[in-house]
């Protein structure tokens, strides 16, 4: 079982709609990750929360929202995705570089995301 | 950001065999490395750290040789449940927090 947990494991969603992916760790993590991935490819980081402070943007489109309401919780607010924006999306966490150098990333089991 | 190379495979091996993987990363400033292992439409789940001293956890050994950068991965008695997918992660550090940069991922198939 992860220690990182997302909700919905599933999603379907018209281009006009709007959702919220949800990721929430119990681990005393800090920096929290999201990530798309499509089939065959390796994970994409797209957000790095620290102290739940945004220090990465890798130029992720403005429909892709991401939020941190507290230590534990991170959520992924959707908006006017387009079909190609379908993928696997992935949170993950870890301790801070400053709380540990070598530590590893926890991944959730992901939300599959299809946009019609 | 750098670049993390492996190559894709798929390595297609009977059980029993021996089996390594490497994976060369081009930052020299990288602070740590990692193999994960991905099972289809499933999550990256850790396997190993990755250490200059090399590790083993049962039949895995994991290398890191930090004058050539690359990181490699050994499976010695490949079982069939070790086909999946295996991804080197390589972290840097940017903005205050530590940034795993991905390779592609190598394809393992073990079969009877």
């Known amino acids: 079982d992860t220690e990182v947990t997302q909700t919905p494991k599933h999603l379907v969603m018209g281009m006009t709609n709007k959702k919220s992916l949800k990721c929430e760790q119990h681990?005393?993590?800090?920096?929290m990750y999201w990530y798309k991935q499509k089939a065959k490819k390796p994970p994409e980081l797209m957000f790095v929360?620290?102290?739940?402070?945004?220090?990465i943007n890798e130029s992720v489109p403005s429909r892709f929202s991401p939020e941190c309401p507290n230590s534990s919780l991170l959520n992924l607010h959707l908006h006017a995705l387009q079909p190609e924006d379908s993928a696997l999306y992935l949170c993950a966490s870890s301790q801070d570089r400053r709380a540990n150098s070598n530590q590893p990333q926890h991944f959730g089991d992901g939300t599959r995301l299809s946009i019609l | 950001r750098k670049e993390v190379e492996q190559d894709p495979g798929p390595f297609n091996v009977p059980e029993g065999a021996t089996v390594a993987f490497n994976c060369t990363y081009s930052n020299s400033a990288s602070q740590s490395f990692f193999w994960y292992r991905q099972d289809c439409r499933k999550e990256p789940k850790l396997l190993m750290s990755?250490?200059?001293s090399g590790n083993e956890d049962g039949r895995f050994t994991a290398q890191l040789n930090r004058a050539s950068q690359y990181i490699s991965l050994l499976i010695r008695d490949s079982k069939l449940s070790d086909s999946a997918t295996y991804l080197c992660?390589?972290?840097?550090?940017?903005?205050?927090?530590?940034?795993?940069?991905f390779g592609r991922g190598t394809s393992l198939i073990v079969h009877p």
């Open positions: 929360y620290s102290y739940e402070k945004l220090s």
């Open positions: 990755v250490y200059s």
């Open positions: 992660v390589v972290n840097e550090e940017a903005g205050g927090s530590y940034i795993p940069t």
């Open positions: 681990m005393g993590h800090r920096a």
